[in-house]
């Protein structure tokens, strides 16, 4: 497995902007597709965004397209999520995981590996 520490998130007004980021190691990046999850108080954790192992191919949940954007930069063994436009609706824990194929998913169940969250807020 890959040991995975996000960090980057905080407390910002609706409309602001937080890029979160995410360090891997332990295991060979380039092996996986990276994937960002969320989780509000009280609900189940949702996919956010995704990408291959390339950084080619990326997919988004529907209610972040067009605000938010996965990124990697694989020779810092790291990955993105650059989020503008925030809503309060985007408050939650903020999870990055990693999946030990290089084709990317939306599904929770496809990720092995599992960083320990970092809380976003968005006050209104």
């Known amino acids: 497995q890959v040991q995975l520490v996000e960090s980057g998130g905080g407390l910002v007004q609706a409309g602001g902007s937080l890029r979160l980021s995410c360090v891997a190691s332990g295991r060979t990046f380039t092996s996986y597709a990276m994937g960002w999850f969320r989780q509000a108080p009280g609900k189940e954790r949702d996919f956010v965004a995704a990408?291959?192992?390339?950084?080619?191919?990326?997919y988004y949940a529907d209610s972040v397209k067009g605000r938010f954007t996965i990124s990697r930069d694989n020779a810092k063994n790291t990955v993105y999520l650059q989020m503008n436009s925030l809503k309060p609706e985007d408050t939650a824990v903020y999870y990055c995981?990693?999946?030990?194929?290089?084709?990317?998913?939306?599904?929770?169940?496809?990720?092995?590996?599992w960083g320990q969250g970092t809380q976003v807020t968005v006050s209104s």
């Open positions: 990408i291959n192992w390339s950084g080619l191919s990326t």
């Open positions: 995981a990693a999946r030990s194929r290089r084709f990317l998913s939306g599904s929770l169940d496809e990720y092995d590996s």
